[in-house]
């Protein structure tokens, strides 16, 4: 089912993978891999001053967006590299995870980022518990902004 618990749950399984993957030694990253895990990280800066997530005194826009700029910056990545996003939702990830696996764990946070987005418009807000969960998986000690402490190549 594609709920955002789905994608959220799904995208730490996905990500998980792929560390693990790296950590065990059957995915090294390349050069290349190496050089666009920094541009995301680059590209995807949150800006938070050092503050931690949930972001509450941000303006809904400001949440979503950075949120959202996720998806786009994976979408590019992506299309650079080669590699397929998947969707991760209710999915097993592959046994041999690596970088499409671990782009397409975070896309999903990001995609629901620009679905969010598209809500405000309508002047719908999604349950602030997922806004702050969505913002704890991208930003923060432990999540996909420290994504690079996590490789030991």
């Known amino acids: 089912m594609d709920t955002f618990a789905g994608r959220l749950d799904s995208g730490w399984e996905w990500c998980s993978a792929a560390i693990e993957e790296a950590q065990e030694g059957r995915w090294v990253r390349d050069a ?50 080669g590699w397929v996003l998947q969707p991760v939702a209710g999915r097993r990830p592959p046994h041999s995870a690596g970088m499409a696996e671990l782009m397409s764990g975070i896309y999903a946070v990001g995609e629901q980022g620009e679905l969010w987005m598209k809500q405000l418009l309508k002047a719908e807000l999604p349950p602030e ?7 704890g998986f991208l930003t923060g000690p432990g999540s996909i902004e420290d994504l690079e402490l996590f490789f030991y190549d």
């Open 32 to 81: 290349v891999e190496r050089q666009v895990m920094k541009d995301i990280g680059s590209a995807t800066n949150p800006l938070h001053g050092g503050r931690m997530a949930p972001f509450t005194e941000d303006s809904w826009h400001v949440r979503f967006g950075r949120i959202a700029n996720w998806a786009g910056v994976l979408r590019l990545a992506a299309r650079a590299g």
């Open 129 to 135: 518990d997922e806004i702050a969960k969505a913002e």
